[in-house]
């Protein structure tokens, strides 16, 4: 079943067969790997390369194993690669016309070609998880509009926010993910079928007519480069790691807000584990898994550029190694925004837990400060006697509003008895009226713009298939 | 000089200012921040939350502090960071007015403006770096359009090839890049500004006006996104890992074809390097270590991945991390694409030694192939039966074109006398003859079409500065 | 200032110098390189490969010019490397002689033993810096020896263990480190003096002697080898990052503890830092960026890896590239160790919130259900009693002491009314009675244990030098 | 068949077992999980924690089960992990005495164990391969004994060597790998069991008697540090990656000797591969593929630190994530040692191109200028005019013995007619007479040495076992 030897006298040996065949893997693109040979001999067939009726007969036969492949009927197994096996079964059933398929073509080409295929599948993959993870947030967003809760930074608390507002921060990064995805979708729908070996075919293929029956934008523009560029395999996997690097963050606080001390989040029975010993144990595995998971992704983009380093054109083994990488990125990916939808769906929100926190702090201080600043002090002065103010409530183990207008007149007499009414979490978060701020109403049209944004997608996007 | 410390009792241990101050790495951000700085101060004005003669004077300040700090007449150093230096001296020239500059914004929306701005700057630099380097490649591809060489893949000679289409194969790949750069530009061209500390600004502040002002195209949509989103870093840091990766292949080629052994290449004296100890050697250190800072770029990238990993929301001073990363990635890539114009416009291609390599392998065997498929035989017995041949003529220490026709004929009786026509490797190179292959026709009209590019890149972007 | 030029034409290009110069990175190294020099030139003499008068010339004029680097009086600038500013500037002070040092060596051995001798007093630096880290985490598991607090898993209260307990789990991972950095000491001990420039010096040095001087243990076995091998550069970064990362959980975990929710640390203010917009803040800083800074030095690793990715033998320029990513590992992880004694030393340890936290919860579940386990049941059965007794209490908001003698007797007949005794939370710590629990005995043993290897090691080191 | 679930009122969601279950990858572990439970269950019986004659009932009934599956018998799924697989089926097997085996025991401590005890049967095997490789490398360098080739650094041309020579510096870096594996292996003969879930079991637990039973030296010292440290694992990940980055190099090697323009080496047939394509190709895919996957393995390194990074303590889930990695990187470099002693033994090193690349040259350029050194120049200066001869030679066109003896003198008077004499390769390397040289007598010295060492270290392995 191998696709070369005419010059070599001996039979590969099996230990490098076992090191090197990489069928095991990349038996994964056999769909990918059929739609292109299909492409390739239609073309064949409509330039004259072949005869009509040769293509037709490699059409058919393809369709039919691609459906064996699909129940099982015929197995994934005992050739090099999946571009040899396919081959191999279809002069099995078809006879000699077979062999015409791989004319003007090279298995460098056809494996750039299929991993392209794959790749532009993964992207929209996971756009549509992305987008289906956006909408959980959303909907717990919108569910919660009213919560308040503390907004941290250093893990100090701050300033309040609503939970609504910290959620659609994810939103925001997800939304970029979805776009990177979509630029790398976009980059990866050109065709390099026709660059032969390195040097482009020696036959005249009719290029566009292949890249537009695969639905691909246009064709590589060198050779060369077609068929040694990995450059697809390696955004993906670097949006796939940014995406990680983003879930890692939300499965942080989801952890942290599960614990005890915050009890801002339980999740639920169903979306929790327990412990061989201890009793009592619920644990958030599904979000520690996903934290987890983001160092494989980066391990795999580092695998992958580190593979591509100092190799010079065109063409190398070394290539084959991208398979196993961008798969394991795509999997792994693919299961952690799979899983956050339910486990943040069916999650319980404490709001009584962050609503007190909101009120033990002094979250309030910095309202303080832009107080005295309308009424005209400086800014920098201004924090500085805000400053001195919490010390002061700590040190009496009280907060800003239990201060009395006195404290706040020996502090500056710039303070009325308005101040108070300026320190309650709803007046610090109705102070935050900048677009994207956290204020109520900004919150709201935050809200509405992102359901708008995501319906016209969908729409789009199911209108198209 | 510091912005805070209000509510301290002691003054920040030396031991921790020395580990935490980022001024010894963020002052190179003094032309962001003030440029930042005066365009929050003139909307401050407008919006009437400070007096118009105090955003005025705030604005003449900071324009004299650069004009200083860019002379030397003012040393970078003596605060906390470049924020709290430069408000420190501007207090200090035009007193209490500066105090007010800080009114609205905190270092966490400042830091995040100061380093997309940068950011923007990065990537015009690299996109014109990448595009004198394709210039570069573009001027030896034309000068050497007849050049023939051989054409690599696992490193053994495959098909012939000209000289230019492999180096347009690295033009495809500096293009992606050149792409990749402005797609990292675009999505950086927002403006946080008014995202305050992380909730928003608790001032009426017009965060569009700010932006326009400083020539972005939008604001961020949440504000805790906004101060904790470091995603322009990792992307740009990406694209340079990328490149990086593209400069490592090119340049280890310059190392192999530098090799006595291939001698495509000599590099010139200017640009070679000797040994302290062997005096024979020319050494292309340049090139190497171009191909040894790939790991470096990398590097970077997977350490600003990792410093993200698992940080809650919002802003966290880990972030501060990656400054020293990014300007790192910057100025190696930099240091990079403006080293190889010069280091290949002067080197010397040995024509000859291409050409007599092209001859001597057996490069044309799968013409030879092909041949036997025009003549109607099918491809893989085609290959079959070209393979055994090749292992003839080796075997009588002779090329294909050394064969008898009687040889050719015992392989098969479709072979005529016209197959020694087919074996020239300008036949060879003829035959690719597709699009993005290596025919001589091909290669020119590629060289056109990149020349074409490039003029109208160049002429855009000149014209519009 | 060159130390080669005699076969090239042209002087090398200012942009390749600008490039490929590496003194104004090693020239940290100069110490180093004298030191070499010194035993290298004296061997020489000694040898009568050059003569006596000759060697001290050189080894006079290079200690003389060390005390000049040392006070500043001289430059560490103007040449291409340290290795020929040095020759140089010997040149101009000695006259002739100096041209003779460089007799029987290459940069090449050279520079591979400089920096062997940087990395033996980097790995002594380190291993010093960690043992007074364990000093610090030992004086304060000693002073707390009776705070308990809650032991956690996945962030989940887990059992009640000692805060010495917790701390000097810390100490196990810095004394691995330690051991690490020793054996990195020991295989960075080899002297490579001697390899030339790839294949052995051409004269009949007395490389054991040289290797002696310089206080190693031996002498590299093959010349090639020795000047291509970096592996003592690589597995020095490789211990600092897994140190790194070692303390990159210990920061997360002071973090977590001074949040307000937790509240179980309060770092000392002259090691917090405040906001520029939130009056109210005490940050973490010193923690957090010690977090960020793993990734920083994971990224020097994945950089040296990735440069001698695919090198042939023996020196390559892009082995220059290895100078920058470990010291910047170095000074990194320097940095950290010596922020965190006085940082953890000065902070306040929350007692009493500690306390609380350990007996909110169900800390005690484990503790029951060993309880039935000694009554007889098997473990399995006992956890899931265990487990129904916790949701009965959870269901009526208590903790398994607030259940009725009635309820465990419902669930168990086997509970008697010594139950209650074995749930406090002295008596859970006090069962965990194995060698490395966290019974109080036990935990005091370990802390005598610490203290002992400690003041032994630090004995012998003092005793030693 | 979970081992939890007490207090839990609802089912895991299918969706997050699928996720987080990690069956598909430990069921690796069956043997060691196996072994680990019966030292634990002999010492649970001989410690009278449970019955003597249930501790028989377990051991009985988990070597049958390991029967099992060694056989194929049972198959290795329908569980959460493998620790509750196998508890499961004891069970189902032996019944309610199985319910006890987890007495004193917590999953935590026990997969900690596990991995351990699956390193150190990891670093035997690879240790075994690096001695395979070692002595493959041997055996062709004594048969090359007289093989002189040029040796390289910066890929040109450099001084004359042995193969040898070159071979052993392999051999060199492979015993350091070796070490380092046994460093890695000896830090993990360390037993975690009787931590419990984090703070000690509550048995009177023999702990170091079941280390013993285990065959290991000893017992960590901290409950909490035992069941969250993964530095064996890292350890062992990073002994690969330096391993496989060594084999990068070697690779990288074979690939550039196994080109036309080289033609040092020649791949056995049976360890070449071919083209689909191109009849004439024979591809040095092995090697290639050994070269790509040193980017792997550093991936898998990245994934694990970057894992860790942040984790508090004691365990997290997150740690759940560190098989796939190490199992990949232990999977993928036992591929790549074992490949490579057959691939090195049948292939086929052309003594013609060596010594004819040797002549070529101007290696013997060193020679020159040690030849006017030891006629009393000083050594800078005979570097300078050795340069100059060189370029004298070069622009004639000749190599340095083909320079007159008139030429020699007028660039020194220092020069005799004895010089042609130091000329020759042979005399090149003869006076590379340092220990570690590259002459002949001290090849054959070093070849001893390495084969004294293999032939002790397999006797003491061989007679232990």
Redo the contacts between chains.
């Keep these: 079943m191998?696709?070369?030897?005419?010059?070599?006298?001996?039979?590969?040996?099996q230990?490098?067969s076992a090191?090197?065949d990489s069928l095991p893997v990349d038996c994964r693109l056999w769909r990918e790997d059929i739609r292109g040979s299909i492409a390739h001999a239609e073309m064949l067939g409509r330039a004259g390369i072949i005869g009509r009726d040769e293509a037709d007969l490699i059409v058919v036969g393809l369709e039919a194993l691609g459906k064996d492949f699909a129940s099982g009927a015929v197995a994934l197994e005992g050739a090099e690669d999946i571009?040899?096996l396919i081959?191999a079964l279809l002069?099995e059933r078809i006879g000699?016309?077979a062999?015409?398929?791989?004319?003007g073509?090279?298995?460098?080409d056809q494996a750039a070609l299929d991993i392209r295929l794959y790749l532009i599948g993964a992207c929209q993959g996971r756009k549509a998880d992305l987008l289906a993870l956006i909408a959980a947030l959303l909907e717990i967003a919108e569910r919660e509009v009213d919560t308040v809760m503390p907004?941290?930074?250093?893990?100090?608390?701050?300033?309040?926010?609503l939970l609504g507002?910290?959620l659609?921060?994810?939103?925001?990064?997800f939304w970029?993910d979805w776009?990177?995805f979509g630029?790398c979708e976009r980059?990866a729908e050109i065709s390099p079928l026709?660059?032969?070996?390195?040097?482009?075919?020696?036959?005249?293929?009719d290029?566009?007519q292949v890249a537009e029956a695969l639905g691909l934008r246009g064709?590589?523009?060198?050779?060369?480069?077609?068929?040694?560029?990995r450059?697809a395999v390696?955004?993906f996997t670097?949006a796939a790691?940014?995406t990680q690097?983003h879930l890692?963050?939300l499965?942080?606080?989801l952890?942290?807000w599960?614990?005890?001390?915050?009890?801002f989040l339980a999740l639920?029975?169903?979306?929790?584990?327990?412990?061989?010993?201890?009793?009592?144990?619920?644990?958030?595995?599904?979000a520690?898994?996903i934290?987890?998971?983001?160092?494989?992704v980066?391990?795999?983009?580092?695998?992958?550029?580190?593979?591509?380093?100092?190799?010079?054109?065109?063409?190398?083994?070394?290539?084959?190694?991208d398979k196993?990488?961008v798969f394991d990125a795509d999997d792994t990916l693919a299961?952690c925004l799979?899983?956050l939808p339910?486990?943040l769906l069916t999650a319980h929100w404490n709001r009584g837990r962050m609503r007190a926190?909101v009120e033990?702090?002094?979250?309030n201080?910095?309202?303080?400060?832009?107080y005295l600043?309308r009424k005209g002090m400086?800014?920098?002065?201004a924090?500085?006697?805000?400053?001195?103010?919490?010390?002061l409530a700590?040190s009496r183990g009280t907060g800003l509003s239990g201060l009395a207008l006195e404290d706040y007149q020996n502090a500056s007499p710039l303070v009325d008895p308005d101040v108070y009414a300026l320190l309650t979490p709803e007046a610090c978060?109705a102070?935050?009226?900048?677009?994207?701020?956290?204020?109520p109403a900004?919150v709201r049209e935050?809200l509405r713009?992102c359901r708008h944004r995501l319906d016209v997608i969908l729409e789009c996007r199911d209108g198209r298939s």
Tied chains: 1, 2, 3, 4.
């Design positions: 191998k696709l070369w030897g005419g010059r070599f006298e001996k039979e590969t040996d230990r490098l090191f090197g571009h040899s081959e002069v000699p016309a062999k015409k398929l791989h004319t073509r090279s298995r460098n907004g941290y930074t250093h893990l100090q608390r701050a300033q309040p926010i507002h910290h659609l921060a994810y939103a925001e990064m970029r776009e990177r630029d980059r026709g660059a032969g070996a390195l040097a482009g075919a020696g036959y005249s293929l290029r566009v064709i590589t523009a060198n050779s060369m480069d077609a068929v040694s560029d450059d390696v955004e670097f790691a940014l690097t890692s963050r499965a942080e606080e952890v942290i599960s614990s005890a001390e915050f009890g639920d029975d169903a979306f929790s584990t327990g412990s061989s010993i201890m009793p009592q144990k619920r644990n958030p595995d599904g520690e898994l934290r987890g998971k983001s160092g494989r980066v391990g795999d983009l580092v695998a992958l550029l580190m593979i591509l380093k100092g190799l010079p054109l065109a063409y190398n083994k070394d290539l084959q190694e196993e990488a299961g799979q899983i339910p486990m926190a033990e702090g002094f979250l201080a910095t309202d303080l400060a832009d600043v400086a800014f920098r002065e924090h500085e006697v805000a400053g001195g103010l919490v010390r700590e978060l102070a935050r009226d900048v677009p994207g701020g956290t204020a900004r935050a713009e």
